[in-house]
């Protein structure tokens, strides 16, 4: 029976092998999908195109890994920095846990017209390598979505914008809308962005913000909020977007301001963008890849295989990497036919994109595996998709990879051959009772119970009180992720420390230049943080129009007229002593501190 037991074994051995490799194939699979969502990094800009004297903010963003500070600018020939640098983090638990996103922001600018291309950010964090596709950036002379002149007579208007009159059907294109408001014309509120609304296209679920701009339109100063959503067209022929209706409240200027103290009437506006249409065209139906699945765009490919010496049954990973401008949502693997004699499992996706969701870049992971020897290349990888831009189909291939496949299994289970001289007779039979331990041996004195002992309650102490001061921490930072007054408010007074230190040393040395510049960007960010706009919008004039309302002291008042007096001075006066200019640094520290103390 032992001998027909063994036999079973034996013949049920390369099934039970096949049921496990297959198992451990299923979870490299698994493990390969949880390490693409372990770390996510993503470069984007706040918009597409700027006007030649205007800045862009590049973003980027780390989820789920600490990059431990900011990665280095690579060089961009015809872009600088335009500004300070930012950053943030914020943290959130969700079904795969706690995790945190981190994020630097970096104002650029150009110096000439043209269409500037941002390299590929690549980094090593932690032994994870990670990257970004490259970005464009069009640097325009002049704004070629100026509104028409009439409209510059009103105090406030919407005009929505379209990047071109035609479009391919599946092809996704940005729609902005910008909120114009007259200069001089005050914003109360009561503005929410209307949905895109019409038939034969779907946008994205949200409006993204940019920074704001200044526009002339016809002969007077605007000031253009513009809201960025995606456009993807289902259907061809002509299609048409429905007027955008809102409302919007405002305070417009009164010619007796400065004699008689500003009015505080104010009007609700109805604003409308009028109809919009867009022309949709079907794709070319000629010169189509056999392996073209509908993407739209401009994508790169990176394909990686390995490893590249393995057992007939052991699984080889494929990694492709489709990055650029497009749908990425929609984009996938095509089916390879000439991948005969390897099984292969499905992939796992991970998409990375801008906030509008159309650049980015898709990483796909694929396990497969060789069923024979007799193969000796992973056969060529090829992806299509059709440009719009250049109106044709593209194709993107990757070379065969060389392979090195053996022979897979197991030896079998030896048999192990009975004696045939060994004894038959049974053994002697146990004893039922046995003694254990006839003497008990010498006595000792046991010590106190471990619930008495202070190192074991210490021990026992320590996970709770980690517990707490995680919750603790975990409640300070969501804390601070849903209050961005508080985020801008800790920001700035650490801005205003280094910034006093700043001014002692410039003193010291008698840099009078760079001093009232220092200054001058304390008092931007103090006032800025306290009225809650953009530093970079303050003047000395929002020292009588929103601080004397407010109720500040009319010393206070006094003090920042002479200090931005100073600092406008400065810049046609003869340079200032050392001994003045550290005369000054009370007096600012003063004003920040009593500017502190203004109600928000």
Same mark, same amino acid.
């Given at each position: ?5 063994? +036999? ?49 903010? &590049? ?106 009159? +035609? ?179 499905? $992939?796992?996706?991970?998409? +990375? ?11 796909? +992971? ?82 106190? $119970? ?17 517990? &707490? ?14 209050? $961005? ?20 040393? &410039? ?94």
């Amino acid at each position: 029976m032992d001998q027909r037991q063994s +036999e079973v074994s034996f013949k049920d051995g390369p099934r039970r092998n096949s049921f496990l490799r297959t198992a451990a194939l299923c979870l490299v699979a698994l493990l390969c999908a949880a390490t693409v969502h372990a770390a996510k990094f993503t470069a984007s800009l706040d918009r597409e195109s700027i006007v030649l004297g205007e800045s862009v903010t &590049l973003k980027l963003e780390f989820n789920g890994v600490n990059p431990g500070g900011m990665p280095p600018l690579p060089a961009i020939p015809g872009l600088q920095v335009a500004g300070g640098l930012g950053s943030g983090s914020s943290s959130s638990i969700g079904p795969e846990g706690q995790s945190t996103v981190s994020w630097y922001t970096i104002p650029l600018t150009a110096n000439q017209p043209g269409e500037f291309t941002i390299p590929a950010f690549h980094i090593d964090v932690g032994g994870q390598k990670l990257s970004s596709p490259p970005l464009k950036l069009k640097v325009l002379r002049e704004d070629p979505n100026t509104p028409p002149a009439e409209l510059g007579e009103k105090s406030a208007f919407l005009w929505l914008t379209l990047p071109k009159s +035609e479009c391919y059907v599946g092809e996704t294109i940005v729609a902005e809308l910008r909120l114009y408001i007259r200069q001089g014309v005050r914003n109360i509120g009561g503005f929410n962005t209307p949905p895109l609304q019409g038939d034969g296209f779907t946008s994205g679920k949200q409006w993204n913000q940019a920074a704001q701009m200044q526009r002339r339109v016809g002969r007077r100063i605007f000031t253009a909020i513009p809201f960025s959503t995606s456009l993807t067209v289902v259907k061809s022929g002509p299609v048409k977007i429905s007027s955008l209706n809102a409302t919007i409240v405002l305070n417009p200027p009164d010619a007796f301001d400065g004699f008689f103290g500003r009015r505080n009437d104010s009007e609700q506006v109805a604003l409308a963008t009028g109809e919009k249409e867009i022309r949709a065209l079907l794709l070319p139906t000629e010169n189509v890849p056999l392996d073209f699945n509908g993407a739209i765009g401009n994508f790169t490919m990176n394909f990686t295989a390995g490893p590249t010496n393995v057992a007939t049954g052991d699984p080889i990973t494929i990694r492709v990497q489709i990055s650029g401008r497009g749908a990425l949502d929609g984009v996938s693997l095509p089916a390879q036919t000439a991948w005969q004699g390897f099984r292969t499992y499905p $992939p796992t996706a991970n998409v +990375e994109t801008d906030p509008l969701g159309i650049q980015g870049t898709k990483t796909f +992971e694929q396990i497969v595996s060789p069923e024979n020897t007799d193969l000796r290349e992973l056969p060529p990888f090829s992806f299509s998709f059709f440009d719009p831009d250049a109106k044709q189909y593209r194709t993107l291939t990757q070379p065969a990879v060389k392979l090195t496949v053996r022979p897979g299994g197991s030896a079998p289970m030896p048999v192990i051959a009975a004696n045939k001289n060994q004894s038959t007779e049974p053994p002697p039979p146990a004893r039922d009772i046995v003694h254990i331990k006839p003497r008990l041996g010498s006595l000792k004195k046991i010590g106190p $119970p471990l619930i008495q002992q202070p190192w074991f309650l210490a021990v026992n102490c320590a996970p709770v009180m980690a517990w &707490l001061a995680a919750i603790g921490w975990r409640r300070r930072a969501e804390a601070l992720a849903n209050n $961005p007054r508080l985020r801008r408010q800790r920001q700035v007074a650490q801005i205003v420390r280094d910034g006093l230190m700043e001014l002692r040393r &410039l003193a010291a040395a008698n840099q009078s230049d760079e001093f009232f510049a220092t200054l001058f960007r304390l008092l931007q960010e103090q006032l800025g943080e306290r009225l809650d706009c953009p530093a970079s919008a303050i003047t000395e004039a929002v020292i009588e129009e929103k601080l004397r309302p407010r109720g500040v002291a009319n010393e206070t008042l006094a003090e920042l007229h002479e200090l931005f007096q100073a600092h406008n001075l400065a810049r046609y006066a003869p340079a200032q002593s050392g001994r003045e200019l550290a005369a000054l640094i009370p007096r600012l520290e003063n004003s920040l501190t009593k500017l502190r103390e203004v109600k928000s």
